[in-house]
T-cell receptor, first 119, second 114 residues
Framework: AQKVTQAQTEISVVEKEDVTLDCVYE???????LFWYKQPPSGELVFLIR??????QNEISGRYSWNFQKSTSSFNFTITASQVVDSAVYFC????????????????FGQGTILTVHP | DTGVSQDPRHKITKRGQNVTFRCDPI?????LYWYRQTLGQGPEFLTY????????KSRLLSDRFSAERPKGSFSTLEIQRTEQGDSAMYLC????????????FGPGTRLTVL
């Protein structure tokens, strides 16, 4: 079975602070995908990044960066110089091969971290 | 609009009634997923289709739930004899792994069972 844990339920920061959202996952599969999604107050899930289990390179996209460490089963997300518009619920998710072992299927989500950025 | 659409956006019903939701995926995507999200939780997988074939169902999907994707295009999710515990946001997502990196989600249908 797969499991994703986001231990931080809520984080509150002041604009321009850096903030890191933690994600720890469990799976017996050796091949999997990891994701981060953003859910703003409007409710629609917005895809941020996908990382293949074979690719442990960190990634930076503007103010966003991701740190994938297979040794600790973690996939943490950092927002640099946070802005009020970053306020949302952020979800980490995991996808492994489906029951038939032929292709990637369902996403297993963590509980989410509510990020509030104050002006 | 080329995104995933869902209808209705909100549904209020009385306990015991049947409800049906519709999802229209991105047209080129062959996979369609249904998830349920309750307040303060992450989405939970319910079921998914590859074209018209339903390939996986969660244990969350009780006998009162049924999903179809008759021609491999839109999908419907029906809940019979609704219970208050069915109150949640029902999310649909579509994906073609050759075209995109991930599933793209619709805006969801919020169900309230009184």
């Amino acid at each position: 079975a797969q499991k994703v844990t986001q231990a931080q339920t809520e984080i509150s920061v002041v604009e321009k602070e850096d903030v890191t959202l933690d994600c720890v996952y469990e799976t017996r599969d050796t091949t999997y995908y990891l994701f981060w999604y953003k859910q703003p107050p409007s409710g629609e899930l917005v895809f941020l990044i996908r990382r293949n289990s074979f690719d442990e390179q960190n990634e930076i996209s503007g103010r966003y960066s991701w740190n994938f460490q297979k040794s600790t089963s973690s996939f943490n997300f950092t927002i640099t110089a946070s802005q009020v518009v970053d306020s949302a619920v952020y979800f980490c998710a995991l996808s492994t091969l489906n029951a038939g072992g032929t292709s990637y299927g369902k996403l297993t989500f963590g509980q989410g971290t509510i990020l509030t950025v104050h002006p | 609009d080329t995104g995933v659409s869902q209808d209705p956006r909100h549904k209020i019903t009385k306990r015991g009634q049947n409800v049906t939701f519709r999802c229209d995926p991105i047209s080129e995507h062959n996979r369609l997923y249904w998830y349920r999200q309750t307040l303060g939780q992450g989405p939970e997988f319910l079921t998914y289709f590859q074209n018209e074939a339903q390939l996986e169902k969660s244990r969350l999907l009780s006998d009162r739930f049924s999903a179809e994707r008759p021609k491999g295009s839109f999908s419907t999710l029906e809940i019979q004899r609704t219970e208050q515990g069915d109150s949640a946001m029902y999310l649909c997502a579509s994906w073609d792994s050759y075209l995109t990196d991930t599933q793209y989600f619709g805006p969801g249908t919020r169900l309230t069972v009184l």
